[in-house]
């Protein structure tokens, strides 16, 4: 998925379930910075104080190192959760083991990672490691059929779009309108070089798992043909994801919870359909005005997102306005620093990594050899 539901729809999730505006301001954001957090390393200040961060991302677009993408400790817990081929801990499997990587939507796993969050939720960067699990969460859904690892179950082929009844779409330029990923022209040739160099996560198929509202098909690397429905799946990730926060905000990771409001799940479903746009940042855009304008039950609510520079998380932490950082630049330090949205966050994806790989996929029998 992308910045307009890692961010806005997660936002409206949170409204909806419970949260008041800063509570759902924190998770949804949070939730977004998995995505943008790609600086890993220590932070020196100037005092002397150091601080280790975690990326929990590396941006897609950068191909010239496919030796960091495939041995990078973000992609199983952070996008690519292993489902356990939709198994129990303890049952047994009948396929090969990398079924049991790839991703499946709300899975075993993704419930125990949920369970485990909510249980935990009162540590100072509660807030922030909901925003990261919901960000781990929806993506189940988002990146079924893929994994984490470098895999022939990765590759694609025979990519398609359809229409909403299953027919293909008889449209030659839709790979044009999909152009978002690149920020510019979509070439077949840039997924046949990431497909062949290195089977990682769905960067064959570029981003046709993170547009709401496509439809489409392809083979993957096993010869299986896997269809998909986008806009059914990313409702049913708003739907359980408007759960998942309703519990957490009461404490209790079985509690009933009612189903989202009918108007605002219609709602939330027309605009996955009407924000029909590539790029992901101009459907962030159209999320957020309509937001503004009042489209759900819980009000006007202006909502902003800036991950680097004057006004982000980190620029209030680091006072710093860089994207990447120098190896060897030192920091201001002040007081604010420890209690700040930023390193809360870091806390959040270092103690959220942790559990999934050391303790969550090891109850499945999973160990991913991840740090």
């Known amino acids: 998925m992308q910045i307009d539901f890692h961010h806005a729809v997660t936002y409206v999730a949170a409204r909806l379930a419970g949260m008041d505006h800063t509570k759902a301001d924190i998770i949804a954001y949070a939730a977004q910075y998995v995505d943008d957090a790609t600086n890993h390393g220590y932070i020196r ?36 959760l292993p489902g356990n081929d939709l198994k129990k801990a303890g049952e047994n499997h009948d396929n090969r083991f990398i079924y049991r990587l790839v991703c499946r939507p709300g899975s075993y796993v993704a419930q125990d990672m949920v369970r485990d969050c909510i249980l935990d939720r009162n540590r100072p960067y509660g807030l922030h490691r ?13 990146h079924y059929g893929f994994c984490g690892t470098a895999h022939e179950i990765n590759r694609a082929n025979d990519i398609t779009t359809l229409n909403a009844d299953g027919s293909e779409v008889r449209d030659r330029n839709i790979k044009e309108r ?14 046949d070089f ?63 919870v009612a189903p989202m409001a ?8 027309e605009l996955t359909m009407a924000f029909a746009d590539a790029d992901g940042d101009l459907r962030h855009k159209k999320w957020l005005d309509a ?29 710093t306005d860089k994207a990447k950082d120098d190896d060897h630049e030192v920091f201001p330090y002040r007081d604010c620093f420890l209690a700040s949205d930023w390193k809360l966050f870091h806390d959040a994806a270092i103690a959220h990594r942790f559990n999934v790989v050391h303790h969550i996929l090891l109850r499945y029998g999973i160990c991913v050899g991840t740090g």
């Open 45 to 80: 200040f100037n005092n002397g104080v150091t601080y280790s961060r975690v990326a929990s991302a590396h941006k897609m677009l950068d191909y010239s190192n496919f030796s960091e993408l495939a041995n990078h400790r973000a992609w199983v817990p952070f996008h690519f």
């Open 130 to 142: 909901l925003g990261v699990t919901m960000h781990s969460y929806i993506d189940t859904w988002a």
């Open 178 to 191: 999909l152009a978002g990923f690149f920020k510019g022209v979509f070439d077949n040739v840039a997924s």
């Open 194 to 256: 990431v497909d062949t160099v290195q089977p990682l996560g769905h960067g064959a198929v570029l981003s046709y798992p993170d547009m709401p509202y496509l439809r489409w098909k392809y083979k993957n690397g096993l010869g299986d043909t896997i269809v998909r429905d986008n806009p059914r799946d990313f409702m049913a990730a708003a739907q359980a994801m408007y759960q998942a926060i309703a519990r957490f905000r009461l404490g209790e990771p079985d509690a009933p």
């Open 262 to 269: 009918e108007k605002d799940r219609n709602t939330i479903a």
């Open 291 to 319: 937001i503004a304008g009042g489209a759900f039950s819980f009000g006007k609510q202006k909502v902003s997102y800036t991950p680097k520079g004057e006004g982000s998380w980190k620029y209030q932490a680091l006072a």
